[in-house]
C-alpha cells in the first residue's frame, strides 16, 4: 500500500509540475507586457524598472522561470491588474463559497441520484426505472442557466420560499440562501449519478456472489446494501472526485446567476476585464485541485478494492 501511495504522489508532483510549466509558457507568448499592465500608462521608469526586477523579467527565460516557480510554491500568484490585491488573497477569498457550494451540489447528487439509481436497477423495465429514465435525461438534457433560472422564477419570485442571489449572513441565513443554487448545480449531476448507478447495479445484481447471497437466505436490503451496492461504488467515488475538482474552480454560470461571490464569478469578472493574473492564478489552482482530487479518488478506490494497489 505504501508503495502505491508513492507511486501516486509522484505522479500527482509531475502533474503539477507540467500545469506550471504550462502556465509559464503561456505567460510567456501573451503580446501584452505584465508590467505596464500592473502599473498602468503613467507608471516611472525606475518604478517599471523595481518591478521587472522583482519578477525577474529582466533576466533570461530560464531565470524567468526559475523565479516563477520559486514564486508559486512559496504562494505569490502576483497582483491582480484590476484590484492591485494579490491575487493569493483574492482565490483565498473566495475559495470557501465556492467551496460551499460545491459540497453542498455533491450532496445533493449523492442522496437523491444513488437511491434513484438503487430503486431503478432493483425495479428494471417497471414504472421507477422508467420514470427515473426520464428524469435522468431531462436533467441531463437542460443547460445550467435554463435551470437556475427557472428555480429563480418558480421558488424566487412566484413562491418567495428562497432568496435569489447573494450570499448571507450566519449558518441558517447562509444555508437558505444555498438551497437554490446548489440545486441548480446538482441538477446534472443527479441525473448523471443515477444513471451510472443503475448501470453498476443491474450488472452487479447478476453476479455469482449476489446469487449466492441471496440463495444462502439474505434479504433484498442486505444484498443490494452489503453486498451490490459497495462494489458499485468505484465509478461513483471517481465522479465524485472529478465533480470536486471541477466544482472548486467556479461554477461560473450558477454562481452569476445567483450572484453567490465565489471563484467561477471572480473569474469572468477577470475575463471581461482582461485580468490576466487573476485568470492564471484561477487557472492553476484549478487544476492543482483536480490533481489533489484525483489522488484521493486514487486512495480511496484502493482501500474499497485491493485488487487497484496489487496491480
Excluded at 16 to 28: E, I
Excluded at 228 to 240: F, I, S
Aim: net charge positive; proline share 5%.
Amino acid at each position: 500500500m505504501i508503495r502505491f501511495v508513492l507511486r501516486r504522489l509522484v505522479w500527482s508532483a509531475l502533474v503539477v509540475w507540467f500545469v506550471v510549466s504550462a502556465t509559464f509558457a503561456m505567460l510567456t507568448i501573451i503580446p501584452a507586457d505584465p508590467v505596464r499592465a500592473l502599473l498602468g500608462p503613467h507608471a516611472t521608469p525606475k518604478t517599471i524598472e523595481r518591478v521587472r526586477e522583482r519578477y525577474c523579467l529582466d533576466e533570461d527565460l530560464i531565470g524567468q522561470y526559475g523565479c516563477f516557480v520559486g514564486r508559486i510554491a512559496t504562494g505569490d500568484l502576483g497582483e491582480s491588474f484590476r484590484s492591485k490585491r494579490p491575487v493569493a488573497a483574492i482565490i483565498a477569498d473566495r475559495v470557501w463559497p465556492t467551496t460551499q457550494l460545491a459540497l453542498a451540489a455533491i450532496f445533493l447528487q449523492l442522496v437523491i441520484g444513488v437511491p434513484l439509481g438503487i430503486l431503478a436497477a432493483i425495479r428494471r423495465n417497471r414504472a421507477p426505472d422508467y420514470l427515473a429514465n426520464v428524469g435522468a435525461l431531462i436533467g441531463q438534457s437542460a443547460p445550467t442557466f435554463f435551470i437556475g433560472t427557472l428555480l429563480v422564477y418558480l421558488f424566487g419570485f412566484r413562491f418567495g420560499w428562497f432568496p435569489v442571489s447573494g450570499y448571507g449572513t450566519g449558518f441558517w441565513d447562509r444555508l437558505h440562501h444555498l438551497v437554490l443554487p446548489a440545486t441548480t448545480l446538482a441538477a446534472v449531476g443527479v441525473a448523471y449519478y443515477s444513471r451510472v448507478v443503475r448501470s453498476e447495479m443491474i450488472e452487479i445484481l447478476g453476479e455469482d456472489y449476489v446469487r449466492t447471497a441471496r440463495a444462502k437466505g439474505l434479504g433484498e436490503r442486505a444484498v443490494v446494501g452489503r453486498h451490490a451496492l459497495r462494489n458499485a461504488l468505484g465509478p461513483l467515488v471517481t465522479l465524485v472526485g472529478l465533480d470536486l475538482g471541477v466544482l472548486m474552480g467556479g461554477a461560473v454560470v450558477t454562481e452569476s446567476i445567483f450572484a453567490w461571490p465565489g471563484l467561477g464569478r471572480e473569474v469572468l469578472q477577470a475575463i471581461f476585464e482582461v485580468d490576466i493574473p487573476l485568470i492564471i492564478g484561477v487557472v492553476m489552482f484549478t487544476a492543482i485541485a483536480i490533481v489533489l482530487a484525483n489522488l484521493v479518488v486514487d486512495l480511496v478506490q484502493a482501500w474499497l478494492d485491493p485488487r487497484i494497489r496489487i496491480s
